[in-house]
């Protein structure tokens, strides 16, 4: 999974919902690590801020 950084807020609700823990919101930043594309943070994503 993809971020568009231009779009994210930062809210962390993607985070809250990724059944593997894959990523990593900060006051900063967004970290998606490992994942199997399963779709659940982009549909959660309030801005669609993210992508495959
Ligand atoms: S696609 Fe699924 S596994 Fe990957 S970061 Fe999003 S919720 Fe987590
Ligand atoms: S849900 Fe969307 S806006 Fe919120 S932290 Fe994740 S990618 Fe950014």
Redesign the pocket.
């Known amino acids: 999974?993809n971020v568009n950084k231009e779009l994210c807020m930062l809210c962390q609700t993607?985070a809250a919902?990724?059944?593997?823990q894959?990523?990593e919101v900060t006051e900063a930043d967004i970290i998606?690590s490992e994942?199997?594309?399963?779709?659940?943070?982009?549909r959660a994503c309030p801005l669609g801020a993210?992508y495959e």
């Open positions: 999974m993607c919902v990724c059944p593997t894959n990523i998606i994942c199997n594309d399963c779709g659940i943070c982009a993210l």
